[in-house]
């Protein structure tokens, strides 16, 4: 489905109510004067890739400058304005960001040892410098790889492998799980397509008995805790497609094998909760050994392992 940009102001209000969507408003008639006429790969107009690379922003609750940057962020490069055009009409912020964004897009990848030396490198000293640089693009790649299907085929395989190397890891390391996610999926699905499609395949098998044991399973430990009076938040999710690949290659197994191609996550309102949450879930269920993981973000601190049923 393609936005409007409105949705993406209505987005930006929600969390930030006074947030400057006049910048927003003309960022989007600028880049939509400069790609006049421009066409996307899919036939669409070029005006669409900048409306989504925002709204991805916007999901993301990034401020109003840097969902200004992901509309703004091919018109150095692809048309006739110049930096200083847009810091004279967007301010000095949106222009650094646009021209961080650009720099990025001119870095000629090579082999696989170069995304880990010399450009790797540029990308991370771009980032430094103000890391929405790197946030908006990882929103244009997001798009790029969900439109991949229109380009050809040897453009396929070096943009997905361009994205698992590079823009999947950096968006991980930037705690943005969810899109780390999905360009790992886009990009899986045009470098091994085969198998891809038989994942597909045994994930729909598997999905309602999944999400059956998801249920149950935080029945059930809602039940424990509240008997022992701990609040706490919890969720379940499917492991993602390159994720269970990963872990079927790594290991050698087959997809029945996969021990944690779903999880639970509970999250308590204290350190304290969370270690009796960790041993009321231990005397219900069997503990696979591993390291255990505290994780500290505000307001709750998690802590992480994995169990399985007796």
């Not at 993981?293 to 994995?306: G, K």
Request: aromatic letters at 6%; hydrophobic letters at 35%.
């Amino acid at each position: 489905m393609m936005h409007r940009i409105q949705d993406c102001v209505d987005t930006l209000q929600k969390y930030y109510p006074n947030a400057d969507t006049q910048l927003v408003d003309r960022a989007y008639i600028y880049a939509a004067k400069m790609h006049r006429g421009q066409t996307r790969l899919s036939g669409e107009p070029y005006l669409s890739h900048p409306i989504e690379v925002a709204v991805t922003l916007a999901e993301l609750k990034m401020d109003a400058e840097t969902i200004a940057t992901g509309l703004l962020h091919d018109v150095l490069e692809d048309s006739e304005t110049s930096y200083e055009q847009l810091a004279d009409l967007f301010g000095q912020d949106v222009a650094q960001l646009v021209d961080g964004v650009t720099k990025i897009e001119k870095i000629n990848f090579g082999s696989r040892e170069e995304y880990q030396a010399e450009n790797l490198r540029k990308m991370l000293l771009a980032m430094a410098k103000d890391i929405r640089v790197l946030i908006v693009k990882l929103a244009d790649r997001l798009h790029n790889v969900r439109t991949l299907k229109y380009a050809k085929e040897e453009q396929q395989k070096r943009v997905a492998g361009e994205t698992l190397d590079i823009y999947a890891p950096l968006a991980n390391r930037l705690g943005l799980g969810l899109i780390k996610a999905e360009l790992e999926d886009q990009s899986f699905k045009y470098l091994e397509p085969d198998i891809y499609q038989q994942l597909i395949e045994y994930v729909q098998e598997t999905r309602e008995e999944q999400q059956n044991t998801i249920d149950m399973t935080k029945q059930e430990i809602t039940r424990r805790l509240n008997e022992n009076h701990i609040e706490a938040t919890i969720s379940g999710r499917h492991k993602h497609l390159y994720g269970i690949y990963r872990k079927m290659r790594s290991k050698g197994i087959s997809f029945k094998e996969v021990m944690d191609a779903i999880g639970l996550r509970v999250i308590t309102n204290s350190k304290a909760d969370c270690y009796s949450t960790l041993g009321i879930i231990h005397s219900a269920w069997k503990h696979i050994p591993t390291p255990l993981t505290i994780i500290s973000p505000f307001p709750s601190p998690i802590c992480t392992n994995r169990c399985i049923q007796p």
